[in-house]
């Protein structure tokens, strides 16, 4: 079936420098991705999403980047602060269909 | 900034007792849904709400799990009788009727069964 994954299970990242988390999904029929935060014990927290007719969106020190050429997406996180410490997850849903299928995620860990 | 409110956060039940979760979506949202996610994994969809209406339940487990959103604006998951596998968090989120594919979601009640 269908599936959306995530490269790297954890990640380390020094404060200050960029992040970036990757995702690879295989449904060619995507045509909206979301990133998601989530913290310990709290539900995901909407970060950014795009549409599959652009290949770039950002926010506020947050980048999404989407390749539909080799079906992958990534969040960029700039200067990274110790609150950006959190599991983050993909999702995907196809036109027509609003069931979102998210990814096992990436948990960053941001060292002081 | 209006938020998805759900409640118990926690809920500890012995098996075979039954459960319920309470959501109450951002005012407006029309569509409604439960997720269900277990440690270290993403979100599954249990249940999908249009208004009153639920538009796709394929993955809710219907021997032991109901939903209900009767008027159309908050919504019950129930769970009965609950089962070891059962614990996992418990999440609701909401989207609005503007056709945004966007969900919102809430914290979530953690559910662990002895």
């Known amino acids: 079936g269908e599936s959306v994954g995530l490269h790297l299970p954890t990640l380390s990242v020094q404060e200050g420098d960029n992040s970036i988390i990757n995702c690879a999904y295989s449904?060619?029929?995507?045509?909206?991705f979301i990133w998601y935060k989530q913290e310990s014990g709290k539900g995901p927290q909407f970060i950014i999403d795009?549409?599959?007719?652009?290949d770039k969106r950002q926010g506020q020190r947050v980048t999404v980047l989407l390749n539909k050429t080799v079906k992958h997406l990534s969040l960029q996180i700039a200067a990274t602060q110790p609150g950006d410490s959190a599991v983050y997850f993909c999702?995907?849903?196809?036109?027509?269909?609003?069931?979102?299928?998210f990814g096992t995620g990436t948990r960053l860990t941001i060292i002081p | 900034e209006a938020e998805v409110a759900q409640s118990p956060r926690y809920k500890i039940t012995e098996k075979s007792q039954a459960v319920a979760f309470w959501c109450d979506p951002i005012?407006?949202?029309?569509?409604l849904y439960w997720y269900r996610q277990i440690l270290g994994q993403g979100p599954e969809l249990l249940v999908q709400?249009?208004?009153?209406?639920?538009?796709?339940d394929s993955q809710l487990p219907k021997d032991r799990f109901s939903a209900e959103r009767l008027k159309g604006v908050d919504s019950t998951l129930k769970i009965q009788p609950a089962e070891l596998g059962d614990s996992a968090m418990y999440l609701c989120?909401?989207?609005?009727?503007?056709?945004?594919?966007?969900?919102?979601f809430g914290p979530g009640t953690r559910l662990t069964v002895l």
């Open positions: 989120a909401s989207s609005p009727r503007d056709g945004t594919d966007t969900q919102y």
């Open positions: 449904n060619s029929a995507s045509d909206y």
């Open positions: 795009i549409r599959s007719n652009m």
């Open positions: 999702a995907e849903k196809t036109l027509g269909n609003e069931k979102l299928t």
């Open positions: 005012s407006g949202h029309a569509t």
């Open positions: 709400f249009q208004d009153e209406s639920v538009v796709d």
